[in-house]
């Protein structure tokens, strides 16, 4: 994994890069950047729908890169009539909607049929404005990526695209009564991977993914670990205080689920470790609060209450509580009131939940897949699981139950722990990659009118 550290810079302590025998004034940064986000709207809020952590990835890194002087538009799909074509998120940071089908009741998978009408929609944006308006064009997701594809080709600008999540290895780690993701996917990842200049990789492990499943160049890939709010996510007035405000008993031992509800994040894990728990002590139940925050996501649409009916077999809904999606600012409440944040996931590329909750204090517990094993700390700011064998959580979640100190130690180092990941590191690391992939792209086109 070497290769990637060095391009890039996967660690924090990463230089910045350096281009040797470069064209003077070539290495600028770009001055604007279109970033693609067709089917999740920054503007949606996390945990409802298809939106989670690439809204919050695509916002927050956004507002770091406008911060560093490089202006932003974002492309997405216009879900409402209500809002204005353009709307500006934050200074040198606007939000353009694009109309692409129906705007409600369309589905992730009815998506592709609509990128022909968004392409059309951002191609008339960019024909309203002076010729190289855009220095680059950044997608994310693998429908994003194709719309990306065609502009980037029509502008003579560079393409960088983010997978965030790849349907191979989705597919590789399938939850029980998930739905795989369909072959046009993975045939639409394959050309992308392709076409684009650069590949963001949240992680080393990510990357080697790209190379392994999608024969992608190790050399175009860097990798860039997102970043979390350490403004937003913090420990500020303790758990007491958060518990005080979500009305939540003081002493009470509370595992928290944060996100969307679907199998693929195997929140039923939890619940089924829940009932072991209680199986083995039964006088938890007295003190026990498991909240779940998230809405219905993906296959888990297909049966909505699903998570209630299993909450109901099990014998738990007593200390099961289900909560609706939550604005950032209360979702930070909710991780500070937690003992402990339970990410059970099959597949995830980073896991920003896990980041979050250890900023504010709250250690994990979560699978050890994807880009968690980056984002916790085993041992120290929380603990690692292989698989999803509801008696191991059980038995880590009862360390935590029988012992608050290990709650506030692994809290403190959570904490310290997550102070690595801000979003302005983030962004310098994109910027880099940006300045990269702009340097190659002039060097081909010079060469190629050599």
Known sequence: MSQYVSRLGSNRMAPRLRFPGAFPGSHRKPRRIAMLSVHTSPLHQPGTGDAGGMNVYIVELAKRLAAINIEVEIFTRATTGALPPAVEL??????????????????KEDLPAQLCAFTHGVMQAWAGQRPGYYDLVHSHYWLSGHVGWLAAERWGVPLVHAMHTMAKVKNAALAEGDTPEPAARVIGETQIVSAADRLIANTAGEADELVRFYEADAAAVAVVHPGVNLERFRPADGRAAARARLGLPQDAFVPLFAGRIQPLKAPDVLLRAVAVLLDRDPSLRSRMVVPVVGGPSGSGLAKPEGL??????????DVVRFHPPVGQDQLADWFRAASVLVMPSYSESFGLVAIEAQAAGTPVVAAAVGGLPVAVRDGASGFLIPGHDPQAYAQ?????AESPELVTRMGATAAAHAQGFGWGTAASATADVYTA??????????????
């Open 90 to 107: 934050a200074p040198g940071v606007l939000v353009r909607h694009v109309d692409a089908g129906p705007y409600e009741g369309l589905a």
């Open 437 to 450: 992939a702009l340097h190659e792209h002039r060097r081909r086109v010079r060469v190629h009118h050599g």
């Open 396 to 400: 880590q979640l009862a360390r935590f």
């Open 308 to 317: 209630q009916k299993l909450a109901a077999r099990l014998g738990i809904t």
